[in-house]
């Protein structure tokens, strides 16, 4: 868990500090991307799996709810 705790640490914060010029649709895509890739991650460790792969659909996934939420909120 820690090799992958650190990268997508430095992802969120850079994400969070990047957001202030973007659209609700743009902002929603990128948090729910680096809120995806740590949940997906995560449980893809303490499962016994790949946590890159989980890291990956994770943030696949946050990334298209959080675009959807994104358009919703405009």
Do not use: F, H, R
């Amino acid at each position: 868990m820690n090799k992958i705790k650190y990268p997508l640490m430095a992802i969120m914060l850079s994400s969070s500090v990047a957001c202030t010029n973007m659209s609700n649709e743009e902002q929603g895509t990128l948090t729910g991307g680096a809120i995806g890739a740590v949940v997906g991650g995560g449980i893809a460790a303490a499962t016994g799996g790949d946590g890159w792969t989980g890291a990956a659909i994770g943030a696949i996934a946050g990334g298209i709810v959080g675009n959807i939420k994104g358009k919703d909120s405009e």
